[in-house]
Every structure is written in C-alpha cells, then in structure tokens.
T-cell receptor
C-alpha cells in the first residue's frame, strides 16, 4: 500500500541550529513533492515544491532535497528561530496532479 | 484576495443533527478540495472538484457525507446524520490550474466540528 512517513516524535532543537526533517514514501512515483507548514489552529501553508528532476531546492533559510532512489525528501531549516516552531507536512501527488496526499507531519520546537 | 474562506470556524452539535460546512475558494482557482484532519489519521482528502465538477470522492467516508459545488465561488460539505466520530477539523483548499502556483494548495483556516 502507499505510505508517506514522517517522524511522529517532535523534534526539539536549540535556536541557531539546523533542523532536519525527513519524509519517506513507498509505492509512489511522484513527479513533485511539496512541503507545508501548519501552526496550531490554522490551515497548512505552502512552503516549497521540488520536482523529481531537481535534487535540491532553496528558499531563504529553507532547503529541500529529493532522492527518488531512496524515496526520501529532507527538509532543512538553517539558523532556526523560535518562530520556526510549527508542524511541517510533506505531500505527494497520487494518481495525477489532483490528489495531494499528506504525511502525518513532524512537530518542530525551536528553543531559545 | 482574502484567501479561502470557511464557515463556521467552530460548530458543536449533537449526534444525529445535520451539519453543513461552507467554503469560498480564491477567485479564479479551478480546483477545490475538502480535507479532514484528526490526530489519529492526519489530513485525509475527502473529495475534490475541478471546474465545479466532482472528480474523485473516493475519500468520502460514507453516504452520510455529501459535497456540492453549485458555482465557482461556493462549495458545501454536508454530514447527515452526524456522529461523534465525525469530530475533526475540516479544511477546504483551492488551487489554480495554471501559472506559477500550479500544484500549490491554498488552505482555509478550517472548521472545527464537535459532535456530542
């Protein structure tokens, strides 16, 4: 069966360090992978999209990698800040470009 | 643009009652999605529309759930009769079909439903 797996345990890091979140998937062959941020009581907000032919994508302090051989994406936040504390969700298209399926998300807590 | 607008933000109802959740997508977006989020199951896709037409409703849990999109600026998700296990946050999201935002979903703030 198709699965998207993210660390269910919260990731706690110190301010200024790099946070690395993992997204693994099975039985998918996605052309695109997306990352979203969700704050408590709010809807998810799009952060980055990476295509299968892109190994790496950057946006300000964010970096995403996409390894289709390992079936894995890594999401990095450099120089993390307490304001980066949130739940981060990865998402894949299933069955074309209309069904976006989400992982369960990983909660990140950045401590001062 | 005001973004995707959902109402009500919170709904508390008793088992057996009908619940209607409403969504106004971003103007010009061709696709609309309804998701449900719970701690146990995360974000689940219920149904999506393209150009007001339901394309895939395989995620709708059972016949008690129905969704409509009578025009490009309005959609409803109805639960009748509601049950306690329907308690969740229901999100509506929209997406343009062309342009630089292809693929990106724009979510509303959600409707938190509690069925007693």
């Amino acid at each position: 069966s198709q699965k998207i797996e993210q660390n269910s345990e919260a990731l706690n890091i110190q301010e200024g360090k790099t946070a690395t979140l993992t997204c693994n998937y099975t039985n998918y062959s996605p052309a695109y992978l997306q990352w979203y941020r969700q704050d408590p009581g709010r809807g998810p907000v799009f952060l980055l999209l990476i295509r299968e032919n892109e190994k790496e994508k950057r946006k300000e302090r964010l970096k995403v990698t996409f390894d289709t051989t390992l079936k894995q994406s890594l999401f990095h936040i450099t120089a993390s800040q307490p304001a980066d504390s949130a739940t981060y969700l990865c998402a894949l298209f299933s069955g074309g470009y209309n069904k976006l399926i989400f992982g369960a998300g990983t909660r990140l807590a950045v401590h001062p | 643009d005001a973004g995707v607008i959902q109402s009500p933000r919170h709904e508390v109802t008793e088992m057996g009652q009908e619940v209607t959740l409403r969504c106004k997508p971003i103007s010009g977006h061709n696709s609309l999605f309804w998701y449900r989020q719970t701690m146990m199951r995360g974000l689940e896709l219920l149904i999506y529309f393209n150009n007001n037409v339901p394309i895939d409703d395989s995620g709708m849990p059972e016949d008690r759930f129905s969704a409509k999109m009578p025009n490009a600026s309005f959609s409803t998700l109805k639960i009748q009769p509601s049950e306690p296990r329907d308690s969740a946050v229901y999100f509506c999201a929209s997406r343009p079909d062309r342009g630089s935002s292809v693929g990106e979903l724009f979510f509303g703030e959600g409707s938190r439903l509690t069925v007693l």
